[in-house]
């Protein structure tokens, strides 16, 4: 079930457009991920009202991101939540299901929880173990890599301007 607390409407995206929001955490703030087949960077779009994540050009506003890490969970793998930098009180958050979605941020909230990997160029959501998959059009979702399906491990290839430390 996808939560609607806190999300954005379109009037108070422009509102806060307009003000500049900080980022939250400025050790490992100003990250962006490109996705290796689309070339496009993780981002917001307003969909019937609502902020939503979505591919963007890497230099539209909305694609940078805080990483505040949980715990290290071994060789290059580091969990935490991702803060849009745009909109510091949001996270990407997602259930497990593989919707993806913005809410506001809750150190409580499992879904809200993402294992980045350097080695693979993966982001991965720790309730559901589903990958975050970029599809053509723009849209992106949590899903599982099934064994022999074309170009999708592409698709879940996200090129991080730098690890978080």
Known sequence: M???TGLMTAAAVGAALMMGAAPAQAADAGLTFKNSVSQMCLGLEVVQGILTPHQASCASYGTKWTFIKTSDE???????????????????????????????????????????????????????HKLLTGWGGGNVSA???????????????????????
């Not at 290059?76 to 909109?87: E, I, P, S, T, Y």
């Not at 919707?99 to 720790?126: F, K, R």
Request: hydrophobic letters at 30%; glycine letters at 12%; aromatic letters at 12%.
């Open 2 to 4: 996808r939560k609607t």
């Open 74 to 128: 071994g060789g290059d793998l580091k969990a935490g939540r991702l803060v849009n930098d745009g909109f510091p009180v949001y996270c990407l958050d997602g259930n497990t299901e593989g919707t993806v979605y913005l809410s506001e941020c809750n150190s409580s909230d499992p879904g809200q929880t993402w294992i980045l990997s350097g080695q693979y160029g993966s982001l991965a959501h720790a309730l559901s």
């Open 143 to 165: 899903y599982t890599q099934p064994a022999y399906y074309g170009d999708l491990a592409k698709k879940q290839q996200w090129i991080f301007s730098r690890m978080p430390s």
